[in-house]
């Protein structure tokens, strides 16, 4: 079997289109997400709801871009192993955009979770950066020029592909045929398109670095305004890589068999996004150790409240430890068996675990500091909520999850669904 | 790799063991004078005290302080290559381990001295050491300066076991092709290994167990030297980066040391450049690039926090590094490691022996005027004004730190002579590639 043949069988066996059930089920999902935001956000305690619109966009969009990096970073590095889920990687990325259209939503309800937004209690020496005009600003920016560089990445990692499943097998849709406006000789249109991500990719990995220590900080870190950690925007974008590393381990649990792709993705291959999951989750407990430790033992005022906030205090303490083993414990244990890695419905418990633990991360690095803004504008005596997983909560986790689906299935349903024309995807042991 | 063959990685590294030539003894013998400096200006500091340097109260840290992180960081890039990229299956480790490996090992002796020369009285260090004693005294194990110990003695353990393992079956192939007292010796150093099916099976097991091992420690050591500073309170060691930035710190400066070594080695010997293609070293320069771009991230958000948090301290001493008394050591480190690998963004510098060579310099130097500047500056500069001080570096300890780099290429100097510096199983390895053909270019 030739090249082209052995691509044109592979793309038959891997075209797919969403069902109509899973697909109204994720519209549902939306729905009812849209209707507990706006239940919640017009509500007695609309705070709640704009919490979790937070805590979701920055879960979700940490894995967009964390998902799309894991793409930009074979690319760099010219990794074979990773080629097969090049295109799940991409596909993650679908969901930026959303994103981005969730963050512009949240300048709106900035209010509720920002302290800084009121005159009064803005720290003043921090008044230069934590004002609202310049925040929107930055955000907008950077979020853009970002979000142009994926485009840029991906339309030429697509655009081979697409070029050469028309050739082959006459695929055409609408979203498809835009990248391939113009299309010439397809070795000549590989090498260009290679040649342009080689600095794109990098520009993007660098522009992501920012982006993500620009989000930890102004949309996570400066709801206690106080706080201040260097190690925070590292903390996010290795998160992001865990929950990237997460979704690629499911995606491919499932296409390995369902979409036929026995062989080019293998068991050799199925390990090692387990052990990238196992390894992302050690670089996580180390950073966040290495901050836990360096403020415990400097044990200064302006840094130990957030610490005694979250592993002292009566109403949160607890949920730092359930992270620490949910985080650490569990994938360090689970996953160092070759077996465990090696089985799909093995490793996706603990790929599972991860994505659970980092959302409850997310949650425990927001709503926190949102609780403690509560009781100081509540004034003396007020005590903290604690813990309340709520309606909206669990509403609009849903809506935004179902949103990221969708995005990532009809981004799928567009596209070839690997990267049939890159010769670092072959069949292993089939030269 | 196509003119290479197994018999001319045999002849092309057996040829580099041949007894030295004048031009490696007339090296030898500058670098025994440097050596020799370090050990007078010792000599005379056990003999004077501390007077003869520069420290000071309140710099109570200063060269002797910056050389030891200085050569904990060159150490990191053997492991960082030998294990790390060995787990991660990067296939240009191979040229270029064996050589970074025993950069490692020599660069943790090197830095190991440091702690012993600052003490001052010398003939104490093992007070540095916990052991029951009759007097009841105990080391203090809630200083980062003790994690140091066990941390840096740990390191160096491992990574000379993992540096003598990777040398067995090379040992072998030595000890085949020669004879007499050498055969013996180097009979004696290979543990026996006779390459068979089954010794190759257990030994690949057990290289690959080290390497796991081995891993973890590329980040501890430098998180812990980097604690030594972070655990304190003062402005401009306090800050939480500090871990995961002196690792990508010490990398960066680790890669640089190996292209500075490997690029005369590859010129000095023949056959060589056959061995280490110029895609290796090109490798080696965008592992530079990348951990440059996280030092310099570092650098900013450095600054960016310090800015941020709105305490005056912070504010102050991050004034004080550009714009102080200072400031040439700090627009050094900024240029040599900041700028002056951004040429390497091009593939005709990065593939221009000499442009590499010079670049590696200059970040040699950048990163150890970075370790200078964090140790100096934030002690010049401290809460209380009339506690501020300056510091100027004496003769006493700029000999030392020729002593050191003497010592330093002293012993890599030996190795070249009495060890492979290439991994010849491992190359011969590649030649018929069980994973890595899986793709024609």
Redesign the interface.
Same mark, same amino acid.
């Given at each position: 079997m030739t090249r082209n043949e052995e691509m044109k069988a592979v793309l038959e066996s891997t075209t797919f289109k969403l069902s109509g059930g899973l697909r109204g089920l994720f519209v549902l999902f939306v729905a009812i997400g849209l209707v507990g935001f706006i239940v919640g956000a017009s509500g007695s305690h609309p705070h709640l709801a704009w919490q979790a619109l937070l805590t979701n966009t920055v879960y979700f969009g940490g894995i967009a871009f964390g998902g799309l990096m894991f793409s930009v970073i074979w690319h760099i @590095?010219d990794a /074979?192993w990773g080629r097969p889920y090049k295109r799940f990687s991409e596909a993650l990325g679908a969901f930026a955009p959303i994103a981005g259209l969730l963050y512009l939503v949240l300048f709106f309800g900035a209010h509720h979770f920002f302290q800084w937004m009121d005159h009064d209690k803005v +720290?003043h &020496?921090?008044a230069a950066?934590l004002n609202f005009p310049f925040f929107v600003e930055r955000n907008v920016i950077l979020y853009v020029v970002v979000l142009i560089l994926a485009f840029i990445y991906v339309k030429n990692s697509l655009r081979p592909d697409i070029g050469l499943a028309k050739k082959l097998n006459n695929f055409s849709n609408g979203f498809a045929d835009k990248f391939v406006s113009g299309y010439g000789d397809q070795d000549a249109e590989q090498k260009a398109c290679k040649k342009k991500n080689d600095r794109i990719a990098v520009l993007l990995a660098?522009g992501w670095?920012l982006l993500s &220590?620009l989000i930890a900080?102004d949309w996570i870190m400066s709801i206690d305004q106080e706080w201040? &950690? @260097?190690?925070?925007? !590292?903390q996010y974008l290795a998160a992001s890589l865990i929950t990237g590393m997460a979704c690629l381990n499911l995606i491919s649990g499932v296409a390995w068999k369902k979409l036929g792709l026995d062989g080019y993705i293998n068991t050799s291959r199925h390990h090692d996004t387990g052990k990238f999951i196992f390894a992302f989750c050690l670089l996580f407990t *180390?950073?966040v150790f &290495?901050?836990v430790? !360096? +403020?415990w *033992?400097? /044990? +200064?005022p302006?840094e130990t409240p957030y610490l005694l906030l979250r592993m002292h205090s009566h109403e949160w303490g607890w949920l730092f430890w359930v992270l620490a083993v949910m985080i650490f414990l569990v994938p360090f244990f689970g996953l160092m068996p070759r077996t465990v890695c090696n089985l799909p419905w093995a490793s996706r418990i603990f790929a599972i675990d991860v994505l659970v633990a980092i959302w409850l991360e997310k949650y425990f690095l927001i709503a926190p500091s949102i609780q403690e803004n509560m009781a100081d504008a509540a004034g003396v005596g007020a005590h903290l909520a604690g813990f309340q997983y709520n309606i909206f909560d669990f509403s609009i986790t849903l809506g935004v999850l179902g949103a990221f689906l969708l995005s990532v299935f009809w981004f799928l349903s567009k596209v070839p669904a690997v990267p049939i024309s890159d010769?670092?995807f072959?069949k292993?042991g089939h030269? | 790799m196509s003119n290479v063959t197994y018999a001319s990685i045999n002849d092309h590294i057996l040829h580099s063991l041949k007894p030295p030539g004048k031009s490696w003894f007339a090296s030898m013998a500058v670098i025994l004078t440097m050596l020799g400096m370090g050990i007078f200006a010792f000599g005379y500091q056990i003999r004077h005290g501390l007077e003869g340097s520069g420290i000071n109260n309140p710099i109570g840290w200063g060269v002797y302080i910056t050389n030891f992180v200085f050569w904990v960081g060159i150490a990191h890039a053997g492991t960082l290559i030998s294990a790390v990229l060995f787990l991660v299956r990067a296939p240009f480790r191979t040229s270029i381990y064996r050589a970074a490996e025993a950069m490692t090992v020599f660069a943790v002796m090197t830095a190991g001295l440091f702690p012993l020369i600052h003490i001052g009285r010398v003939w104490n260090f093992y007070f540095l050491i916990p052991y029951p004693n009759q007097r009841l005294l105990w080391v203090n194990f809630k200083s980062p300066l003790l994690w140091d110990v066990f941390a840096v003695n740990t390191y160096m353990s491992v990574s000379i076991l993992f540096f003598l393992v990777g040398l067995v079956p090379d040992f072998a192939v030595i000890r085949d092709e020669s004879k007499g007292l050498k055969r013996i010796f180097y009979g004696i150093v290979s543990l026996g290994f006779r390459g068979t099916n089954h010794e190759w099976v257990h030994y690949m097991r057990a290289y690959l167990l080290f390497a796991a091992i081995a891993t973890p420690l590329v980040f501890s050591v430098h998180s812990i030297v980097s604690w030594d500073f972070a655990m304190s309170s003062i402005p401009g060691w306090h800050t939480t980066i500090f871990p995961p930035y002196f690792v990508a710190g010490a990398i960066f400066s680790g890669c640089a040391m190996v292209l500075t070594l490997m690029i005369p080695l590859r010129a000095i010997f023949p056959g060589f450049k056959d061995l280490m293609p110029m895609k290796d070293l090109e490798a080696m320069a965008k592992m530079i690039l990348f951990t440059g771009f996280v030092v310099t991230y570092a650098y900013s958000i450095e600054f960016f926090i310090a800015y941020y948090s709105g305490a005056r301290y912070e504010r102050a001493l991050f004034w004080f590094r550009p714009f102080g008394e200072l400031k040439v050591f700090f627009f050094l480190m900024v240029f040599c490691n900041c700028v002056a690998p951004l040429p390497l963004w091009m593939k005709s510098i990065r593939t221009n022996i000499p442009a590499l060579w010079v670049i590696s310099i200059f970040i040699n130097i950048g990163m150890w005027m970075e370790r200078y500047n964090i140790v100096v500056t934030s002690l010049a500069h401290d809460f209380d004004p009339y506690a501020w001080g300056t510091y100027t570096f004496e003769w006493v300890e700029v000999w030392i730190t020729i002593g050191s780099f003497g010592w330093f290429f002293m012993w890599f100097f030996i190795f070249v002579k009495i060890m492979p510096s290439m991994a010849v199983a491992e190359l011969k390895e590649a030649l018929v590639p069980p994973m890595r053909s899986a793709h024609h270019e």
């Open positions: @590095t /074979n +720290i &020496s921090k950066w660098m670095g &220590s900080f201040f &950690s @260097t190690m925070f925007g !590292v *180390y950073m &290495s901050q430790l !360096v +403020i *033992y400097g /044990n +200064i302006e010769p670092r072959y292993e030269h | -």
